[in-house]
């Protein structure tokens, strides 16, 4: 019965390292925006992440920029990083608001991932996709080109502006604590085993 009962227990143990990487993973999105009907024309790629008074602190990492993007930008709020490397915004403050110049005419895209899900006792937050001409109006599209809603205890929420943006969940990508909390785990167990054989 011994053995059963270790059996029971590591399967348990196991168990619980999967559903904790399950947990500490983010969805990966790519983004994808299409601006051939705005040929020969420059503007803004606009990203605005706002959460309510009492949402979860959330950041959203936007990373492998591709397209005409030049070097002009400016940033407000929570904003740090950059386009070559990875750009995050947080939604804590009241207005958090990175904007990138590009020409536009061909193809831009980038990936964007959220460091958490929202909690289920959290308020939502939003971060939205525009294109802004340099007065900081809506360049083409009537609003919004793409909007991802961080809904408390929930997948989030997607949408899109179908003439110019199209949106592919690429995977669940782990984060590095979850990383380290499965190495943790095994290092445990084969702990225990050696400890059993000694």
């Given at each position: 019965?011994?053995?059963?009962?270790?059996?029971?227990?590591?399967?348990?143990?196991?168990?619980?390292?999967?559903?904790?990487?399950?947990?500490?993973s983010?969805?990966?999105?790519?983004?994808?925006?299409?601006?051939?009907?705005?040929?020969?024309?420059?503007?803004?790629?606009?990203?605005?992440?706002?959460?309510?008074?009492?949402?979860d602190?959330?950041?959203?990492?936007?990373?492998?920029?591709?397209?005409?993007?030049?070097?002009?930008?400016f940033?407000?709020?929570?904003?740090?990083?950059?386009?070559a490397?990875?750009?995050?915004?947080?939604?804590?403050?009241?207005?958090?608001?990175?904007?990138?110049?590009?020409?536009?005419?061909?193809?831009?895209?980038?990936?964007?991932?959220?460091?958490?899900?929202?909690?289920?006792?959290?308020?939502?937050?939003?971060?939205?996709?525009?294109?802004?001409?340099?007065?900081?109006?809506?360049?083409?599209?009537?609003?919004?080109?793409?909007?991802?809603?961080?809904?408390?205890?929930?997948?989030?929420?997607?949408?899109?502006?179908?003439?110019?943006?199209?949106?592919?969940?690429?995977?669940?990508?782990?984060e590095?604590?979850?990383?380290?909390?499965?190495?943790?785990?095994?290092?445990?167990?084969?702990?225990?085993?050696?400890?059993?054989?000694?």
């Amino acid at each position: 019965m011994s053995i059963l009962n270790k059996l029971s227990a590591r399967l348990l143990f196991a168990l619980m390292l999967a559903c904790g990487m399950a947990q500490a993973s983010a969805e990966s999105y790519h983004v994808s925006i299409d601006t051939s009907t705005l040929a020969e024309q420059e503007g803004y790629v606009d990203f605005l992440f706002l959460g309510l008074a009492n949402a979860d602190p959330v950041q959203a990492r936007l990373s492998n920029f591709a397209g005409d993007f030049t070097s002009s930008s400016f940033a407000q709020g929570q904003v740090a990083g950059s386009l070559a490397s990875q750009l995050t915004i947080g939604n804590g403050d009241a207005w958090n608001e990175f904007a990138q110049w590009a020409r536009l005419g061909g193809m831009l895209s980038f990936d964007v991932s959220f460091s958490q899900p929202m909690g289920s006792g959290s308020a939502g937050a939003t971060l939205s996709v525009a294109l802004l001409d340099a007065g900081l109006n809506y360049l083409g599209a009537s609003g919004d080109i793409a909007t991802f809603a961080l809904l408390p205890a929930a997948v989030t929420a997607v949408s899109t502006d179908a003439a110019y943006a199209t949106v592919s969940n690429v995977s669940a990508v782990p984060e590095p604590a979850a990383y380290l909390m499965l190495a943790a785990g095994l290092l445990l167990m084969a702990g225990l085993r050696n400890r059993r054989r000694l």
